[in-house]
Structure formats: C-alpha cells, structure tokens
C-alpha cells in the first residue's frame, strides 16, 4: 500500500513539472480574418456586424468601419444598409420578397470585396406559446412552436429583455449648491426605473430525432432571484423565432460550441470556422460568417412579482442606508452636497412638527439610472 502512494507522489510531481505555457500556432493575417455576424431578415430590421478577429492571447472585436453592405436578389436588386457605430450595418424593415432568393455582397474599406451564397428565404411559423416556470430559486421562460409544413424543423431564438425596479429611497428634494433644498418636480423623480438587455447565448433547437415539427417547453432562459434585480418588480420578455436551414444550424453550433460550451477536456473542443462567405477579390481568403435569410415572428409576455412564488428576490439595495444632517449643519450640508458628491438628498426630517433636518443616502441608493437604467417607461410597458 506504501508503494502505491508512493508512485502516485511521483506521477504528482512530474506532472507538476509539466506545466509550460501553449503557444497557438495560426496562419492569422496580420490584420485579422473579416468575421461577419447576422443575418437577412424579411420582415425586420437586417443587423450585420462587421468586425476583424484578434489574435487568441488578447480575445475581442475590432470594428470594421468604412464598408459598403447591401442585400442582393438573384436578379440583381440591391438594397443598401446604412453603416451605425461600432461595425454596424443596419436596414430597417424593409419587408424583402419572401420567394426570392438573396445574399449579402461587402465591400471593406481596403477595396476587397466579399459575398455570401445565395440562399432561399426560411419561413418562420408563430410562437405556439411563451410561458414560465417558478421554482424555488429561479423563474425559467419556455418557448413552444410548431410546423406542419416542414420536417425536420431548424430553429433559433433571440429574446429582448426589459425589466422595472425601484431605488432603495425615493428622492423628494434637490440641492442647488447654494445651501438651499427644492421640492424634486414629478419630471425629474429618480425612483423607478426600466432596464433592457438583449440575450447573448445561442438558442437552437430542431426535430430530427421526432416524429413531427414540433418543439414544446424548449427552456429559453433562466432567472435567479439570487445576484439579480430582474424579477424585483415586474419583467417583460420579447422572444424573437427564426426558422433555419440545416446547414445555417450546424454552423450555429459550431459556434456555441466553440464561444459557450469550452471550458474542460470534457466539453466540444474548439473547431475550425469559415461559412457560407467568400472572398471575390481574393478568393483563397478565409472569411469567417454565414448569411442566411428568415422571416420572424415574436411574442412577448410579462411577469409580475407578485406572481412568482414566495421566495427571496435579490434587490441589489441590501446595503443601503440612509443618513440625517441637523438643518443648521451648514458646512455638513454643503460638504455632503457638493458638486461631485457620492449622497442625495431623501426627504425633510421633522420633528414634533417642526423641520429639524434633512435625510440623504447614498446616490446609488437614491437614483436608479445609476444602475444602468432609464426613468422613461417604454412605449410597450403595460
């Protein structure tokens, strides 16, 4: 027995001993491959990124400003997207002949042009239902669909978050500067806010392995009531659907895997990356993307909190306190409230009936767009 905890001591030390820095040998260009993220979409806005790839020491998305992206027919129209920031290419709504055929044709900054395959138009059926689940711990979103014209079915989901929560202390007074409190108009009230994020997972599903086109309860996202302000309130979700063509899913995938799925020798080792783009200029040039065309359907729904099951909902607030200054504290009140300052006034304190102080927390206590977030409701909010 002592001469088998002595060999594993030695495996122990030599593999210790093992541990040297990996190196990645590529063909990299210099300036990075063209990556090109998005897709046609028939009756909504077309997003396409445009971006260069990094080198694997140092992970991140270099814009590619300066392109001319449009949409092309397989007879020859072309629709023109308007460059925004950050690599950006939008046309908005432009509702594209869903029998038609199309690709994307780019052309850099640098002269070099590129396009996708042509590729026919996936017809998107409706949400059958949008719907969740309250657990002890998390609420969990599920999405249902189906098709009867199709099978096996491809599918892609992308969802829009918005959510309402309110500050630890609501903020009745503003400072001047000047040593004196105004009442904070209805206008300016910094107490409830609404945030909004959009998903940054891949979620795909498909039917090969059944009998027909049907996806039901497919587990969309999940909510912890720990470490989120999400459910504090009330949520609302926009779920957006897509249907998909077998190769488009594959390629998907491929690309979950290798950004969501690498984490241990266990899980899908990374694979190599091209699509459906290629160079026209240089057609030897690897292009990393692939462009397919969709129609879309949404469904949103809301949750309130008084809906989810009893439980421990995280406010992010739990450290919050509030503090008071005597009225006649002039040099507190000015030092507390000076340009820059970290506190906010509350409220007036009185006493007896008589004004004795004034009561302020810490700003990210008192204002809730501090926490990202706008005091202008959304034009969908109910």
């Known amino acids: ?69 449009e949409i092309q027919t397989a007879g020859g129209t072309a629709y023109s997207l308007n460059e925004e920031p950050d690599g950006h290419y939008i046309l908005d ?7 038609q055929q199309y690709r994307l044709r780019i052309r850099t900054a640098n002269g070099k042009e590129y396009a996708s395959d042509l590729t026919k138009v996936n017809i998107t059926p409706p949400i059958d239902s949008l719907n969740w689940k309250g657990a002890s ?3 969990t979103v599920y999405v249902s669909t189906h098709d009867d014209q199709v099978q096996p079915g491809y599918y892609q989901w992308q969802f829009e978050e918005t959510w309402k929560y309110i500050s630890a202390y609501s903020s009745e007074l503003e400072y001047d500067n000047n040593g004196w409190f105004t009442i904070r108009p209805d206008s300016n009230m ?55 063509s077998k190769e488009w899913y594959e390629w998907s995938l491929k690309v979950k895997r290798n950004t969501e799925l ?21 057609p ?69 009936g008589f004004l004795t102080g004034v009561a302020y927390a810490s700003s990210p206590c008192v204002d809730c767009r501090l926490k990202g977030g706008t005091t202008i409701k959304p034009p969908f909010w109910q």
């Open 1 to 69: 027995m002592k001469m088998k905890y002595w060999l594993i001591g030695i495996v122990l030390v030599v593999l210790a001993g093992c541990k040297e820095k990996f190196v990645v040998s590529t063909d990299r260009p210099s300036g990075g491959y063209l990556v090109v993220e998005g897709f046609i979409n028939i009756n909504g806005n077309t997003d396409i990124i445009l971006s260069r790839s990094s080198g694997l020491d140092t992970p991140r998305r270099i814009p590619e400003p300066g392109a001319q992206v």
């Open 93 to 99: 709504s432009p509702s594209l002949d869903p029998t």
């Open 137 to 139: 711990d998390a609420v």
């Open 190 to 244: 910094i107490y409830t806010c609404w945030r909004s994020a959009r998903s940054t997972n891949i979620s795909l599903a498909n039917t090969e392995k059944l009998s027909s086109n049907v996806i039901f309860q497919y587990p969309l996202t999940e909510i912890s009531y720990s470490g989120s302000d999400r459910l504090v309130a009330r949520y609302s979700i926009l779920v957006k659907q897509y249907a998909i």
């Open 262 to 282: 690498i984490g241990s020798i266990f899980d899908a080792q990374p694979s190599e990356l091209s699509g459906n783009i290629h160079g026209i200029t240089d």
């Open 284 to 352: 030897s040039e690897t292009v990393i993307g692939y462009i397919g065309c969709s129609t879309e359907t949404e469904k949103r729904i809301f949750i309130d909190r008084n809906d989810i099951p009893p439980g421990i909902v995280f406010t992010g607030y739990e450290a919050c306190q509030d503090y008071g200054l005597d009225k006649g504290d002039a040099v507190g009140i000015a030092e507390t409230f000076s340009p820059g300052s970290n506190y906010t006034p509350t409220h007036f304190i009185y006493t007896l």
